[in-house]
């Protein structure tokens, strides 16, 4: 018998210890979320039977509390895209993809993911998702208005534009204000029901069941107090987050993350589908890297403004996507962080950031002295853009000629260094090797039988804040999860 | 029966299809290098019955290929950094090596070797490796000459300064040229054949035996195209080495790793006693991170010169011990960096380095001209730098005084750009979470019964190139080697 109060994620429950079985289905899916959802979807339109396991009271996880935006795109351009004026090339959207993770990135995810995306728009439209052809042209992270379409990423930045045709790809619900994620969760929940799934909410996913190969077989659940086996005969799809919410797996994995003081997710982001997943031999990569951003725009304008470090150097172009240009913040040696702006009378800082006015002035040099950067080094930088940036230019790090503007007195210059208050969200993008079908690696890269993974508990397209675009999350997440539900319910039995 | 044929590191033997042991120790060590040499002296103090597997044909790992320097100090100095008339504090040097790793440092194993440091001293003197009481004041990597004590890290360097009194504790055994690690290995392999441990050549590990509940019992060995088995009654100890040679692996868990060129270690660092500790749960941490370096000294006069990237600005402080440099010129943007220096008609570039000469100039302008760097920029960058030289400065990076001084035309620039031929030497850092005594922890923090870890198999007090001091690996596989052999021989069985 086995001791149950023993039971932790990591440690699989022997097949050879379970008496009987509870529960049977064909598919056990664990979280409710964006990736949960549509494994649940694909998996019972295969015709399997499906059972959903949610340790909230009801479905949604981060998809929910996001603004719901997909990036997608390529294959001459979704409809969306078409309909607002852009064609869109698959090797573009791939190239891009690429670039963005560099030494990181997934190729064969990448590039099944740049295939199937104009095709993952219209199974979206077909669930129920509502989209606009509109473009939101204005810089933003997400759009308040009901458009659909924007550009979410790095897309017209350098060197981006240097390998591909910039293209918007960012794919937000049509919904005035962010509630872009209840939308579309609330259209997948639609269809899970739909379908007859079974759901048990309020429910803790304690465990896998394995045999001694560590092939998986179900999952030992705890409901109302109790627990309960049950058996997933084709396999188990742990859609169950990040880790964003455990500190001491942050701690470990990705210490670095620390830097962040604002964590993007759900309560239920603590990493268990990882470590239940690492239980059974799984393969944990990619585990320090994360989101961490800085939200110095909205204002749309504040991409005007520059940049600086402790030395009174720029040091990455303000057009970048914000966590391109928060990861730029924190790879500066120690000592604070500007953002130089001019200001009018009515200058309010960007609402979301939170930074402090750290010095004011009528000329430069009065801005220098009271932030007491090294003398003359913030001028030089000033003058410098500002003589480049009248004639459009910006040949240190090629910000696009629309943001670029000489920078007028007087100025002010916010205060983004990291611990001084600054807003700094993040999440996590470590988690289970993952073919792109969701099968679950373990070290030798070998298919785990009996194991799928999807969204952030496996390790999907987006790899690090340094590539990341708006989208790329919820993206992957409802790709990844209908790959996977597609891939458990054709399971052999 | 067991299928021989797919036995593999990350699959442990179960205890239960073991038929006989073929051979029975109290402590098993695998890997025959620095740590598993002091392991096993330490397991056989202590009266334990050891044997040592070895893969390759003799002893050595990559403590004898390395310069077999030991970072060592505090506890008021060593004797060799008394003669050189320094005092050396625990705290000064326990916050520095704190300050070195930041985020990712492991306080408790940096306590642990600052506390045993001098003792450790004392323990290699012991063990017959000569130290001789000189100072080698230039800057080095390693001393040709045969002095013991060098600066080997960013003592000397902004920010450390701030918070720990520079004292150097590079630790070299006299002799002349790069031939310490040798002489510290010989004098080790001594000791282990003293104490009548049984050494078993050409012999490679296959994998861990362990029970159900992943309790480490012994190993599968093959030696002579046979298969045993090896009972290990007190425990195993992984001394096997990183994973620096393992390409696939490289990719997958520090594949930023790559922009190195030159692996830094010996054929059998593939990792394998990592991927062993994980096949029983033991959880593997810092994986993605490593030693990444440029070799742009000796000479040591190339600290007068510039780092610049492709803006023409510095980045870092060129006073910074070689690792650190790099991990600033890995971080810049994409786009050439180069080392500015002044060249008279004899100038030879490093020798190490391998950089191209990019530009020279009998003017800064003729320089940026010929680099093709934004107009003025590194003229501003180098009047600035001058200027403040002159005055024995460097407001920007807090370069020290003593390597301060204008650079005079005629200038020469070195392409030191990653991937343009500059050697770019690499070893990873990743590695089983332990105890400071070498216990290997489980994702839940628990201690794996029967197993222990040691130098780059464990995940040990180096941690980063950003904070690396040369001699804390050698240093800390020797130290965390005996902690796990004392540990191993005190179970209780």
């Not at 639609?190 to 896998?208: A, P, S």
């Not at 059974?280 to 005007?304: H, K, L, Q, R």
Request: with cysteine; aromatic share 8%.
């Amino acid at each position: 018998m086995h001791d149950a109060s023993k039971t932790n994620p990591t440690t699989p429950r022997r097949l050879s210890e379970v008496e009987k079985w509870d529960f049977e289905t064909d598919v056990a899916i664990i979280g409710f979320g964006g990736a949960g959802a549509c494994a649940a979807i694909e998996a019972a339109d295969a015709g399997a039977q499906v059972m959903l396991f949610e340790l909230a009271s009801e479905g949604g996880g981060s998809t929910a509390m996001s603004s719901g935006e997909s990036y997608l795109g390529g294959n001459g351009g979704t409809p969306i895209q078409r309909a607002c004026g852009f064609e869109d090339s698959t090797e573009d959207m791939f190239n891009y993809l690429m670039k963005s993770f560099g030494l990181i990135a997934d190729e064969a995810k990448i590039r099944a993911y740049c295939e199937g995306s104009t095709d993952h728009y219209h199974w979206l439209v077909d669930k129920g998702v509502p989209y606009k052809g509109s473009f939101h042209e204005r810089r933003a992270i997400i759009p308040m208005t009901d458009d659909s379409l924007l550009y979410s990423g790095n897309e017209k930045c350098w060197p981006f534009t240097e390998i591909a045709k910039p293209c918007p790809r960012g794919h937000a619900p049509t919904i005035e204000g962010d509630n872009g994620g209840p939308l579309l969760f609330k259209a997948l929940a639609n269809q899970v029901q739909k379908r007859g799934v079974q759901i048990h909410y309020d429910t803790r996913v304690l465990t896998l069941i394995a045999d001694d190969n560590n092939h998986v077989h179900g999952i030992v659940i705890r409901m109302n107090q109790q627990e309960y086996t049950v058996k997933a005969r084709k396999g188990v799809i742990l859609c169950n987050g990040g880790f964003c919410m455990n500190e001491p797996m942050l701690k470990k994995f990705a210490p670095k993350l620390a830097r962040g003081n604002y964590p993007v997710g759900n309560p239920g982001d603590t990493g268990t589908g990882i470590l239940m997943g690492m239980g059974v031999g799984g393969c944990a990569i990619n585990m320090s890297e994360g989101f961490i951003s800085m939200p110095f725009y909205p204002p749309a304008e504040t991409t005007f403004g520059i940049f600086v470090n402790a030395q009174g150097q720029r040091f990455v172009s303000e057009d970048n996507y914000h966590s391109r240009v928060a990861h730029g913040v924190l790879q500066q040696p120690e000592g604070r962080i500007y953002l130089v702006l001019h200001a009018d009378e009515d200058f309010t800082p960007p609402p979301l950031l939170n930074a402090d006015i750290a010095g004011t002035g009528e000329t430069i040099d009065e801005l220098e002295d009271e932030l007491k950067l090294p003398n003359g080094m913030l001028k030089h930088t000033l003058e410098f853009y500002n003589q480049q940036a009248e004639q459009g230019n910006d040949p240190l790090f090629h910000k696009a000629a629309e943001w670029l503007e000489p920078i007028k007195a007087p100025y002010v210059a916010l205060d983004c260094s990291p611990d001084r208050g600054v807003i700094i969200p993040y999440f996590t993008f470590g988690g289970l090797e993952t073919q792109p079908s969701g099968e679950v690696l373990n070290h030798n890269g070998d298919v785990i039988p009996g194991l799928f993974a999807a969204g952030r508990t496996a390790c999907g397209v987006p790899r690090s804040g340094e590539g990341y675009s708006s989208g790329t999350s919820v993206g992957d997440a409802t790709f990844s999860g209908r790959m996977a539900g597609k891939a458990a319910a054709n399971q052999k039995v």
